[in-house]
């Protein structure tokens, strides 16, 4: 279960995001989180709205459940988990023009938890943290995920970088 709040557009405030409870702990904060920055509400009321609770469900499909007779050190599910974050640099000529972004980028975790297949989803402004969002994703690594004691490919993983000037 995830807490936030709610701009009067109805986009979720990125750094009100935080994790409430999670079970089990430390495998699904992350994919969550990014799949809170990514949600959009109609807000009606057309204020800040604080305080949303918000449960994300994952649940495996098309797996049987475990044998009775499988043995007890195999990993059924583990979410990948990042093992390197990265800051992407400012680019200089947006932070001297005092320019604010993002990029969403999409792209596929491997069995050996690197990443490939990069494709810009979203830009804002458009082309301007482009290369150093791409930049960065390139050096990101992963535990990848675990089905049934086998690392396995996650495709279509979205990630948001932010630039924001200090205060």
């Known amino acids: 279960m995830l807490g936030f709040s709610v ?3 109805g986009e979720v405030i990125n750094s009100s995001i935080r994790t409430i409870q999670e079970q089990p702990e430390g495998y699904f904060e992350l ?13 009606i009321r057309g204020e800040l709205v604080e305080d949303i609770r918000y449960v994300f469900r994952y649940q495996l499909e098309g797996l049987d ?6 043995p007890a050190d195999i990993i059924q599910f583990r979410e990948m988990l990042p093992l390197r974050l990265i800051t992407p640099a400012y680019p200089e000529v947006a932070q001297e023009l005092g320019l604010e ?4 980028l999409k792209f596929t975790v ?7 297949d990069i494709v810009i989803d979203q830009s804002e402004p458009l082309g301007v943290f482009d290369a150093e969002a791409i930049r960065a994703t390139q050096r990101l ?7 049934v004691g086998e690392p396995v490919r996650v495709e279509e993983v979205s990630y948001r970088f932010d630039w924001q000037l200090p205060q």
């Open 141 to 147: 690594r992963f535990d990848p995920r675990i089905v």
């Open 110 to 116: 491997n069995e050996s938890g690197a990443v490939s």
């Open 101 to 104: 972004g993002f990029v969403v």
């Open 65 to 70: 459940p475990p044998s009775p007779n499988a």
């Open 7 to 9: 701009n009067a557009d």
């Open 31 to 43: 994919s969550a989180t990014n799949a809170a920055r990514r949600l959009s509400f109609q807000n």
